[in-house]
């Protein structure tokens, strides 16, 4: 079974500080990892995807990630934080294989203060 | 280009009742995900229907179940309903054909409440 761990349930930055949101996974063999994102009140929107090929991988509004194979982690990076990147972060995992549910972390909440 | 939808945005019920929730794919998808987020918590998968049948099938006892139309929206249903089942259920659609087909992409979600 695959699994997600989020360990910071928070996260605190200033403005135009870099941002990193830690992810770590569990999987049967080779993985899909996604990062999502969700605002107060609003479903999950999708900021990025590795799938394979480059270990950086780029997203939406700036954001990226990076696959460390060894280390079984594909932590979210920003190079400067927006306070309208304040939000809750949620990575997940699914296997390459015929399992086609997307299993998330607990979320990490992000506040980038003015 | 629509998104995925769901309706109603939120819903309160009580305890024994029953609740069926709708979905509507992002248009050229045919392969719906239900997921139940609890306050504080990620999403846990429910299901996923696919060619109007299930596909695979999370930890959920069987007073979850769903539904596929031909147009490839989606129901979920829930029976007899406890204090428990309060959360965020959210809708997801992807491609089977797309590869990641678990690629998916949310709708807003409803909000169920449980008295």
């Known amino acids: 079974a695959q699994s997600v761990a989020q360990p910071e349930d928070q996260v605190n930055v200033a403005e135009g500080n870099p941002l990193t949101v830690k992810c770590t996974y569990s999987?049967?063999?080779?993985?899909?990892l996604f990062w999502y994102v969700q605002y107060p009140n609003r479903g999950l929107q999708f900021l990025l995807k590795?799938?394979?090929?480059?270990?950086l991988v780029k997203g939406s509004y700036g954001f990226e990630a990076e696959f460390n194979k060894s280390q079984t982690s594909f932590h979210l990076k920003k190079p400067s934080a927006l306070v309208s990147d304040s939000a809750l972060y949620f990575c997940?995992?699914?296997?390459?294989?015929?399992?086609?549910?997307?299993?998330f972390g607990a979320g990490t909440t992000v506040t980038v203060r003015a | 280009d629509a998104g995925v939808t769901q309706s109603p945005t939120h819903l309160i019920k009580t305890r024994g009742q029953q609740v069926t929730l709708r979905c509507s794919p992002k248009?050229?998808?045919?392969?719906v995900s239900w997921y139940q987020q609890a306050l504080g918590q990620g999403p846990q998968f429910i299901f996923q229907?696919?060619?109007?049948?299930?596909?695979q099938r999370g930890n959920f006892p069987d007073r979850f179940s769903g539904h596929q139309f031909p147009n490839y929206s989606s129901e979920l249903n829930v029976n007899a309903l406890l204090l428990g089942d309060s959360a965020l259920y959210l809708c997801?659609?992807?491609?089977?054909?797309?590869?990641?087909?678990?690629?998916?992409?949310f709708g807003p979600g409803t909000r169920l409440t449980v008295l």
């Open positions: 997801a659609s992807s491609h089977a054909a797309v590869v990641p087909y678990n690629e998916q992409f």
């Open positions: 229907y696919y060619e109007e049948e299930e596909r």
């Open positions: 997940a995992v699914s296997p390459i294989s015929n399992d086609y549910k997307l299993s």
């Open positions: 590795y799938i394979t090929g480059d270990n």
């Open positions: 248009s050229g998808h045919d392969t």
């Open positions: 999987v049967s063999g080779n993985p899909y």
